[in-house]
Each structure stands twice: as structure tokens, then as C-alpha cells.
């Protein structure tokens, strides 16, 4: 397993504060989605994550979110959608653990 890597204060992406969460941002002509688990729907975002590249849910359901906005062309944030999904095991890294 690779050991996860903390940004340091002033790059890219990194917390302000120790409490804030990873932003992570959203193009403005992004279209929202509902989340696909049973019992979550929430409104989501799928996006690259800034690092990886992989595509990644990003909820707007949190303080200091911004939601996107493509008539204002104003850049949206978030944080991935795996923190606050209620089912978030039944997706990724969370639904291949329950097979083995």
C-alpha cells in the first residue's frame, strides 16, 4: 500500500487550517450527477482529481463548498464524495474488500 502524502501549507489543494478538508476543484460546465448508492442520491460531480488524475466524486454538501456555476463561469470546490457518502463501501476500494 502506498503511504499517503500530505500537502504542505501553501501548495495546491492543501488545507488552510488543520480542521479544513482537501478541497478539490470543479470546472464550471461540469454537470451534475446523483450518487448511485441505495440510499445516498446526493447531488455529486465527477471530475480528475488534481493529483491523480483518476476521476473522482466531489459533494458540494459542506461548509465552504462552492457549487459551480457554467452561466457565471464560476469554478466550483468540494471534497471527494467518499468522506460524507453513506454508502460509500459499496464503491471502490470499499466493495472489493467486502469480496475477499
Given at each position: 500500500?502506498k503511504?499517503?502524502?500530505?500537502r504542505q501549507p501553501?501548495e495546491?489543494?492543501?488545507?488552510?487550517?488543520?480542521?479544513e478538508?482537501?478541497?478539490?476543484?470543479?470546472?464550471?460546465?461540469?454537470?451534475p450527477?446523483?450518487?448511485t448508492?441505495?440510499?445516498?442520491?446526493?447531488?455529486?460531480?465527477?471530475?480528475p482529481?488534481?493529483?491523480t488524475?483518476?476521476?473522482?466524486?466531489?459533494?458540494?454538501?459542506?461548509e465552504?463548498?462552492?457549487?459551480?456555476?457554467?452561466?457565471?463561469d464560476?469554478?466550483?470546490?468540494?471534497?471527494?464524495?467518499?468522506?460524507?457518502c453513506?454508502?460509500?463501501?459499496?464503491?471502490?476500494r470499499?466493495?472489493?474488500?467486502?469480496?475477499?
Amino acid at each position: 500500500m502506498k503511504a499517503r502524502e500530505y500537502r504542505q501549507p501553501g501548495e495546491p489543494g492543501a488545507p488552510t487550517t488543520p480542521n479544513e478538508p482537501t478541497w478539490i476543484p470543479i470546472p464550471a460546465l461540469t454537470a451534475p450527477e446523483l450518487c448511485t448508492g441505495p440510499t445516498c442520491g446526493a447531488t455529486i460531480y465527477k471530475v480528475p482529481h488534481p493529483k491523480t488524475g483518476n476521476t473522482v466524486p466531489v459533494s458540494c454538501a459542506v461548509e465552504g463548498a462552492v457549487v459551480p456555476d457554467p452561466l457565471e463561469d464560476i469554478q466550483g470546490r468540494g471534497i471527494s464524495h467518499f468522506i460524507d457518502c453513506p454508502d460509500r463501501d459499496q464503491f471502490g476500494r470499499g466493495a472489493r474488500e467486502k469480496l475477499r
